[in-house]
């Protein structure tokens, strides 16, 4: 039923354990997600992604689609944390912020009412 020559077949079984075994490092957090998240991507995407795991590198499209995901993160690593603790300064200002407003708007009634 197949139709690649016994070389091409040895070539894509080696082909295949490589990326399978490059993907299934706990380094890729396989056994650590614990968020799902909903995403939409354009058909191309999908298509490689079904392709992926029909070849089984991976057991599903959100396996491969996590595992790229932390692979991209992984590589740039540094950068990521940065902007990590940028987002929470922020956070953190914002909810400084708003207690503050808060605190304005209360406090501006009361002055009213004294006077």
Excluded: Y
Excluded at 36 to 42: A, D, G, T
Excluded at 48 to 55: G, P, Y
Excluded at 64 to 72: D, M
């Amino acid at each position: 039923m197949n139709s690649l020559p016994p070389e091409k077949e040895f070539d894509m079984e080696r082909i295949k354990t490589e990326l399978v075994g490059r993907f299934a490092t706990e380094d890729f957090g396989l056994k650590k997600r614990e968020v799902s998240v909903m995403c939409r991507l354009n058909a191309k995407t999908v298509a490689i992604m079904d392709a992926l795991v029909e070849l089984e590198i991976f057991k599903s499209k959100s396996e491969a689609i996590a595992t790229f995901l932390q692979q991209v993160i992984a590589e740039r690593e540094e950068m990521f944390e940065e902007i990590l603790a940028q987002a929470k300064a922020i956070a953190s200002k914002r909810e400084a912020a708003k207690h503050l407003a808060f605190q304005a708007v209360m406090s501006s009634g009361k002055k009213e009412k004294k006077e």
